[in-house]
Each structure stands twice: as C-alpha cells, then as structure tokens.
C-alpha cells in the first residue's frame, strides 16, 4: 500500500521552512527521500533506518519514527533550488528491496 | 564516477512494436531496480534484478513485459506489443545494497 505525504502541495517564500510528512499503514524497516525537478529524474537526499534516527545536512534534515510509521522532511530556510516534488520510499524488509513511493508533494519556492 | 546511464532517453513506437530500454548502473553497484512513472504520478515499482538474476519482479504485468541483466552489459527492460497505456517515463535506479540512485529515464510514447 502506498505510503500517503501531506500536504499535497505548499508554495512558501524564499528562506520559510516547510515540514513533509510521510505516513505508512506496515510497519518499516527504513524511509528514502527524493527530491524530483520536472522531467527529471528523482535525486536522493537521505536515507533513515530502523531505530528512530534523525538525519540532516546543510538544511534539509529528517526524522523516522518507526512505532508511527512516519517520517519526515524539514527544510529550513528553503531556497529557490529546493522547488520540485518531494517523495519518500518506504522498505518494509530489511535491505535490497523495492521501494514503495509516496503520494508526493509539490513544493514551490517563489522569491 | 559517471551515474546511472540509460538510453535512450526518449523512444517513440507504434502500438504492437517493441520497446527496448537500457541501463547501465554506477560502477560497483550489483543491484538494479526499474520503475515506471505516469505524468504527475509517483514511481511504481516493476523489478529488482541482480547480475543474471530476477529477485523480485512483482511489479511488472506477466504479459509483454520482460527484464534481465547479463553478466556483461547493461540491464535491458522489454516490452512487446507496445499499446499506449504503456507511455511513460522508465527509470532504472542501481544501489551498492541501500540508496537507490536513479537514471535520467526513458520517456516512452505509444502512437
């Protein structure tokens, strides 16, 4: 089953932080974040594995809290380069396996 | 390290023609995953392959739909007697054994 992100879509100014949300009925063993331009192809941004950990770099960092089955996304002071759609992956196995995507969210920085 | 290569990066068919899709995984990475996105639609999964190996291919229609991934060469996603549900962008992504980094894609239209 497919994993369900909110919002759907979020325009913000230029330096606002936003929050994605990723939500999964299975329980999970790790969540993948990607971040697609159009008519591009998905660019990869972090990974979180089991154990509830909390990853970041530059201002882009997330959380994964595996008794909720939920992760998500903070970007912090959001830059135009950070426009796109953002969608996390779900692995309900350990490793190697296929990724389950996310509904998606459009994310529009505007100056 | 050059990344993940597919070609071509845009195939036009007739219906009932085939349809070859190549990629080339990043160098060192034994795993390769092809994904099937419709326009403003997130990824699904097709098959996970190894070197000469299918591990998981429930993604994929059991009919006209075919993979592999020679010891030598890149993996090839086929498909017979193309009709024009099967426009879509194809990805293929490799992994060394967690992250998955994608291809640019090839964007297939059925006329």
């Known amino acids: 089953q497919q994993p369900v992100q909110s919002p759907q879509a979020v325009i913000l100014r230029e330096g606002e932080d936003a929050v994605i949300n990723c939500s999964s009925s299975?329980?999970?063993?790790?969540v993948h974040w990607y971040r697609q331009k159009h008519g591009e192809a998905p660019v990869f941004l972090m990974i979180?594995?089991?154990?509830?950990e909390q990853k970041g770099h530059d201002k882009i960092s997330a959380s994964f809290n595996e008794k909720k089955q939920q992760s998500s996304l903070y970007l912090t002071a959001s830059q135009l380069s950070y426009s796109g759609t953002y969608f996390c992956?779900?692995?309900?196995?350990?490793?190697?396996?296929?990724?389950?995507f996310g509904t998606g969210t459009r994310l529009t920085i505007i100056p | 390290n050059a990344g993940v290569m597919q070609n071509p990066r845009h195939l036009v068919r007739r219906r009932g023609q085939e349809a070859r899709l190549r990629c080339s995984p990043m160098?060192?990475?034994?795993?390769v995953y092809w994904y099937r996105q419709l326009p403003e639609e997130g990824l699904k999964f097709m098959v996970y392959?190894?070197?000469?190996?299918?591990?998981?291919e429930s993604g994929m229609p059991k009919e006209r739909f075919s993979a592999e991934f020679p010891k030598e060469g890149p993996s090839i996603l086929r498909i017979q007697q193309v009709v024009r549900g099967d426009s879509a962008a194809y990805f293929c992504?490799?992994?060394?054994?967690?992250?998955?980094?994608f291809g640019p894609g090839t964007r297939l239209t059925v006329t």
């Open positions: 992504a490799s992994s060394p054994g967690t992250e998955q980094y």
């Open positions: 392959l190894q070197k000469e190996n299918i591990i998981d």
């Open positions: 299975k329980a999970l063993y790790s």
């Open positions: 160098k060192g990475h034994s795993h």
């Open positions: 992956g779900t692995e309900s196995n350990f490793g190697n396996e296929k990724l389950t």
């Open positions: 979180l594995l089991k154990g509830g």
